[in-house]
């Protein structure tokens, strides 16, 4: 039997993880291929990280000392690795100013 422990360790390197490299992603997102490999990471992990922390739920263990919060992080776990695994191509989703063509359409002019 594992202890849940060793449980709620691994669901926090799991989501340590997924957090890293959705941190960096805008470095990956350099090579179309190193994006998606890092998108099928993070999704992956999240959806590791969801299992895990049903896991600790239902073994009995605790998230940072409650026993409630494994099971709503796990669904937040989830709807973070379908949103990873959208690919916006650089699209501008909102509408305002880009701050990487406002010093080009400076220079333009």
């Known amino acids: 039997m594992v202890s849940p422990d060793s449980i709620e360790l691994l669901a926090e390197l799991l989501c340590g993880v997924s957090a890293f490299l959705f941190t960096f992603i805008a470095t990956f997102s350099r090579s179309e291929k190193a994006e998606n490999i890092v998108q099928n990471i993070i999704a992956l992990c999240l959806i590791a990280a969801a299992a895990v922390l049903w896991w600790?739920?239902?073994?009995?263990?605790?998230l940072w000392g409650s026993n409630y919060l494994p099971k709503p992080l796990s669904l937040i776990c989830i709807v973070i690795a379908i949103s990873a695994r959208m690919n916006i191509k650089g699209e501008n989703v909102s509408f305002g100013a880009n701050p990487h063509t406002i010093g080009k359409s400076d220079e333009e002019e």
């Open 56 to 62: 600790l739920s239902l073994s009995g263990g605790d």
